[in-house]
């Protein structure tokens, strides 16, 4: 049954690009539905340049709150009021909430990472992790796994402009958690090589491997890939990427970045209505991974 929209009706949404790949809105608008909440949720193909402009639409339209994904999550802090501890700490967002024109930016995917570590029965905690990435979605893994008690995390991202934020962000979590992390260019093999050898886990945070760029792999050279390695992708579209497949094929367990998905969303949805998803209804209809 659809649901009807009402003049009291609060929206949401994702603003990303791209966006129309996402599930975000058929998870959304199906546990407004099965709450009976006056809420319906929305993507909206929204980059980098027009991201501001964006925004002060919403604020100006007194939306309840929204996500943002790939391109936005570093360039959204500037635009919020307030943020959360982890939000601050990584320098990403990815659920933003309105209080009366006040914008509160949370980052909730590293929350719905380490969940996502757990549904696929593993425990990583006082384990090392190799991560590929200092973007928003992996600066947010990054940050939550050392909360958590990761005990080291090495962080391997290419030299762009972007690598001087990266190792402010290492340095705050050296010094504000229990964490050993270090951060390397992506381009030295070697470290990357002896770091993958010596992790529990190996995460791809990048894009690298997204559709419709499914041929791309971050991984070139295979014998990184052991049978007790468990490795792991932040991306859900495709579902299996070249890098699980490759690992798969040399005996590792994996996972995708769907539970992520789910885990990180019911996160945002409790910020903004206050009420717990129904997870499992939710998992059981757009999660299956048959």
């Not at 982890?86 to 914008?103: F, K, P």
């Not at 991560?131 to 008690?149: C, H, I, M, P, T």
Request: with cysteine; net charge negative.
């Amino acid at each position: 049954m659809l649901q009807e929209i009402t003049g009291h009706t609060r929206l949401t949404g994702l603003l990303g690009s791209p966006v129309a790949h996402s599930i975000s809105p058929m998870m959304h608008n199906e546990a407004f539905r099965q709450l009976g909440l006056d809420y319906v949720y929305l993507a909206f193909d929204v980059n980098t340049k027009s991201l501001k402009t964006a925004v002060e639409g919403l604020k100006a339209l007194n939306v309840r709150g929204f996500n943002l994904t790939m391109p936005n999550k570093n360039l959204m802090c500037e635009y919020v009021d307030k943020l959360s501890i982890a939000a601050e700490i990584s320098g990403a967002i990815n659920t933003v909430v309105n209080e009366n024109g006040v914008l509160t930016g949370h980052t909730t995917d590293g929350t719905g990472y380490m969940q996502a570590v757990q549904d696929a029965g593993h425990s990583i905690i006082g384990e090392k992790m190799t991560l590929l990435g200092a973007g928003g979605a992996a600066s947010s893994v990054l940050v939550q796994a050392a909360l958590d008690g990761v005990s080291e995390i090495d962080v391997f991202s290419i030299r762009d402009q972007f690598f001087p934020r990266a190792e402010e962000l290492v340095d705050t979590i050296n010094k504000k958690t229990s964490c050993k992390c270090s951060l390397y260019d992506f381009e030295d093999g070697s470290i990357l090589k002896k770091s993958i050898s010596e992790s529990a886990i190996l995460t791809n945070g990048t894009s690298v491997g997204m559709s419709p760029n499914t041929e791309a792999c971050i991984i070139k050279d295979m014998d990184v890939f052991r049978s007790d390695l468990i490795v792991s992708d932040v991306i859900y579209n495709p579902r299996e990427t070249k890098l699980l497949r490759l690992a798969k094929e040399r005996g590792c367990s994996v996972f995708n970045g769907l539970y992520m998905l789910l885990y990180q969303g019911a996160e945002a949805f409790k910020i903004w209505t206050g009420q717990d998803m129904p997870i499992d209804l939710i998992k059981e209809k757009y999660f299956s991974v048959s």
